[in-house]
Every structure is written in structure tokens, then in C-alpha cells.
């Protein structure tokens, strides 16, 4: 059984940082491409940060310079390190992983974890 786990979400004050978790257990071989999403009340899911087949990074515009994503192949793991966070940032946060299987290539969302910035 393939789980994706989240963790490292939170309060937290504006200009403050967090770190969010997303591991991947099961019988996986690696991590071939993954994203981080949010959805805030009322709006639809977006794209923030992610990792693609290449190894290289991406981010939307309104993050960019104060988060950065990275993965631990190792620890089948990837992280989104948010800093100088605003009230705009408060979410659910998601991970979407494409992994590497021996049935092929398989995606999983994690289940998301809050996170809230205040003023």
C-alpha cells in the first residue's frame, strides 16, 4: 500500500517560516516527479512549487524568493521550506508525487495539512 504522509504545517505569525513533510512509504522504487499545491477557502487548487523529471525546480511567481522545494531521494521525501509567509499563503497544502513502481508509474496526493498565517 502506497501512503503519502504530510506533516509541518501550523500557525504561524506573518514573516515567519514553516517547513513542510511529504513522504512517500510503500512499495515504491523513487520519486520521478512531484508537485506542492494549496487551496485556499473558496478558491481552486493551485500549483506552487515542484520538482520535475529533471530534477529542477519550480515555483509560481508569488512564491518565488521566499519558498524552496527540495526532496531527500534517499528518505522517498520532498520538502517545501516556506519563509517570510503571508496571510495570502494561509491554505491546505498538498503533495502530489509521480512515483516509480513495479506496476509503472503511479500518482498519489497526500491528504494535506493546514497551514495559517496571521497578521
Known amino acids: 500500500q502506497v501512503q503519502l504522509v504530510q506533516s509541518g504545517g501550523g500557525l504561524v505569525q506573518a514573516g515567519g517560516s514553516l517547513r513542510l513533510s511529504c513522504a512517500a512509504s510503500g512499495n515504491i522504487f523513487g520519486i520521478n516527479a512531484m508537485g506542492w499545491y494549496r487551496q485556499a477557502p473558496g478558491k481552486q487548487r493551485e500549483l506552487v512549487a515542484g520538482?520535475?523529471?529533471?530534477?529542477?525546480?519550480v515555483y509560481v511567481d508569488s512564491v518565488k524568493g521566499r519558498f524552496a522545494v527540495s526532496k531527500d531521494s534517499a528518505k522517498n521525501t520532498a520538502y517545501l521550506q516556506m519563509n517570510s509567509l503571508t496571510p495570502e499563503d494561509t491554505a491546505v497544502y498538498y503533495c502530489?508525487?509521480?512515483?516509480?513502481?513495479?506496476?509503472?508509474?503511479?500518482?498519489?496526493w497526500g491528504p494535506g495539512t493546514q497551514v495559517t498565517v496571521s497578521s
Open positions: 502530489n508525487m509521480d512515483l516509480s513502481s513495479p506496476v509503472g508509474e503511479v500518482a498519489y
Open positions: 520538482i520535475s523529471r529533471t530534477g529542477r525546480p
